[in-house]
Structure formats: C-alpha cells, structure tokens
T-cell receptor, first 113, second 110 residues
Framework: AQSVTQPDIHITVSEGASLELRCNYS??????LFWYVQSPGQGLQLLLK??????LVQGIKGFEAEFKRSQSSFNLRKPSVHWSDAAEYFC???????????FGAGTTVTVRA | DVKVTQSSRYLVKRTGEKVFLECVQD?????MFWYRQDPGLGLRLIYF???????EKGDIPEGYSVSREKKERFSLILESASTNQTSMYLC?????????FGSGTRLTVV
C-alpha cells in the first residue's frame, strides 16, 4: 500500500522569502504525485501533479515541485511567498490500479509580514 | 468547471443518530470518494464508488456506509453516530486523475 510522509507539521516564513515543503512517499510502482492546497474554509485545490517525464513540474500560483526517485521525494517550492500563500498543503500519491489518493498529514504554512 | 456540492457546511448531531451526508457532482464523473480530514492525520479514504450502485471500502470504513443510486449523487451514512466521528468530511469526484473536491461538511457529534 502507498503512503506519504510530510515531516513538517508547521512552517512559518516571512513574506517574500522562499518556501520549501517536504514530501516523501512509499509506493511499489511508478507513483503519480500531487500537491494540493487548502485555504481556511475551502476545499482542496490542485497545485501541480507529476505522472512522468520532466522531474521538475510547474504548477499554479508560482509553485514548482521536483520528483526525485532515488530519494522517494516530491518537494514543493516557491521562490517568493505572498501572504495569500498561508494555507495547509497536502502531498498525495495515487495508486494507478484504482485511482485512490493517499494523503500526507499536511503542512500548515504561516506567512508573517 | 466541475462542481462538487456538499449539502451542509456544518452539522451537529446527537450520539446514536443516523446521519446522512450528501454530495452531488455535475459533470457526469464515474468516480466519487468520501474522505475524512482530521488535524495531524490528513485525509483518509472512507469509501469510494466507480459507478452507480458500486462501492468499495477505503482505509477507514468502520461505522460508515454509502449509497449511490444515481451517478451524480454519493451519500455517506453514519449508521449510529459516535463522538469519534466528529470530523470534517470531504467528498470528491474524479475522472482521469482530475479530482474535484467539495468544500466539506464539518460534523460535530455530541
């Protein structure tokens, strides 16, 4: 069975600073990987996904993520954080056999002025 | 855009009640999912359905059941609500790895 670990429960970052959120996955086959964002009171919004090909993936809102098979990681980055990026971020791995998503515990990002 | 609508944003129910959480999607997706979201645990899959009248157990199905009589509607049922089912419940609809989530129902069982 697949699983996802997000080692950081909470990250505080200054506005304008860079952000990196860590994600490690466990899956026996080639993983389908996702990052979602959840703003307070909202549903989940897809930031980006990786299925195959270029291991550096560009997403919405200026986010990118890099797939590293050797490290079983799919870390999310943003060069310059805006106050509106304060939210909870979830990494997920998809099981290709049945379309199920398994999520990490989430990382809450606080942006300070 | 696909819309996934969950009928209630907030619900308060009593222990032992039978509770229905409703989810409707408007884009004819075959696949629908119910997740439970708890702090520090992320989202955990309760049940999912690939088509009308089909259902599959997810990772934490105990205490829950589902119904899918029509393609657009996927209902989550708490047979006898308990306080440990107090949580945020998220419904999702999907085709070809394009997931769309509803805004969630925050259920409190007292």
């Amino acid at each position: 069975a697949q699983s996802v670990t997000q080692p950081d429960i909470h990250i505080t970052v200054s506005e304008g600073a860079s952000l990196e959120l860590r994600c490690n996955y466990s899956y026996g086959a080639t993983p389908y990987l996702f990052w979602y964002v959840q703003s307070p009171g909202q549903g989940l919004q897809l930031l980006l996904k990786y299925f195959s090909g270029d291991t550096l993936v560009q997403g919405i809102k200026g986010f990118e993520a890099e797939f590293k098979r050797s490290q079983s990681s799919f870390n999310l980055r943003k060069p310059s954080v805006h106050w509106s990026d304060a939210a909870e971020y979830f990494c997920a791995v998809g099981a290709t056999a049945d379309y199920k998503l398994s999520f990490g515990a989430g990382t809450t990002v606080t942006v300070r002025a | 855009d696909v819309k996934v609508t969950q009928s209630s944003r907030y619900l308060v129910k009593r222990t032992g009640e039978k509770v229905f959480l409703e989810c409707v999607q408007d884009m004819d997706h075959e696949n629908m999912f119910w997740y439970r979201q708890d702090p520090g645990l992320g989202l955990r899959l309760i049940y999912f359905s690939y088509d009308v009248k089909m259902k599959e157990k997810g990772d934490i199905p105990e205490g829950y059941s589902v119904s899918r009589e029509k393609k657009e509607r996927f209902s989550l049922i708490l047979e006898s609500a308990s306080t440990n089912q107090t949580s945020m419940y998220l419904c999702a609809s999907m085709r070809g790895w394009g997931y769309t989530f509803g805004s969630g129902t925050r259920l409190t069982v007292v």
